[in-house]
């Protein structure tokens, strides 16, 4: 059964910092993984796919990296803004989707 | 925003009572799927829904039933509600599954309380 980490479950940074937040996986046969926003009593939104032929994404400040062959992905986010606070989940797409438990980031101005 | 809204936000109901919650999409997605979040787990897969009546149970099923007699909406049922059924549920919807470039589009969320 495919399992997925996060570390830290939480993280507090001041703004204009920059910041990683990493997710591990046990089993390498995915058709992608993304990374998700979701804002307090909201749902999930999508921010970045890698397919699993790809090595990494970018769409503005977050840039995703995506190593099957260790089972592992970095979310870096530049200079982060307090608007960036949320919870950040990781998922993996198997014969299901299966998901992290997320890192609670708090940016702080 | 993906079309996804899930009835009611918030519901609170006492051990022993059946609660359906609703979750409605306009975007005539294929696959359909309920999801619970409780802190410490992330979230979890209920049951999915692959077509009209083609349902299959996720790893935290029991005490769940589902139906989706429309492509548009897709039924949970709890039977028998208990306490550690207090959870956040979420409807997702995705087009397919096992695609490389799958991914899926979540509601806002029913939050639970079995008293």
């Known amino acids: 059964k495919q399992e997925v980490t996060q570390i830290p479950a939480a993280l507090s940074v001041p703004e204009g910092e920059n910041l990683v937040l990493n997710c591990s996986f046990t089993d390498s046969a995915i058709y992608n993984l993304q990374w998700f926003r979701q804002d307090p009593g909201k749902g999930l939104t999508s921010l970045l796919l890698i397919q699993s032929s790809q090595r990494e994404q970018t769409s503005g400040r977050l840039n995703a990296s995506l190593d099957k062959s260790s089972g592992r992905s970095t979310l870096y986010i530049a200079a982060s803004q307090p608007g960036d606070s949320a919870t950040y989940l990781c998922?993996?797409?198997?014969?299901?989707?299966?998901f992290g438990t997320g890192t609670s980031l708090t940016v702080i101005p | 925003d993906a079309g996804i809204t899930q009835s009611p936000r918030h519901k609170v109901t006492e051990t022993g009572t059946p609660v359906t919650l609703r979750c409605h999409q306009t975007e005539n997605h294929r696959y359909m799927y309920w999801y619970r979040q409780d802190p410490g787990h992330g979230l979890r897969l209920i049951h999915y829904?692959?077509?009209?009546?083609?349902?299959d149970k996720g790893e935290v099923s029991d005490g769940y039933s589902v139906s989706r007699s429309k492509t548009e909406d897709f039924l949970l049922t709890l039977e028998s509600a208990t306490s550690s059924q207090t959870s956040v549920y979420f409807c997702?919807?995705?087009?397919?599954?096992?695609?490389?470039?799958?991914?899926?589009?979540f509601g806002p969320g029913t939050r639970l309380l079995v008293l």
């Open positions: 997702a919807i995705s087009e397919s599954i096992a695609e490389t470039q799958e991914t899926q589009y």
């Open positions: 998922a993996v797409t198997g014969n299901q989707f299966y």
């Open positions: 829904s692959y077509g009209v009546k083609d349902t």
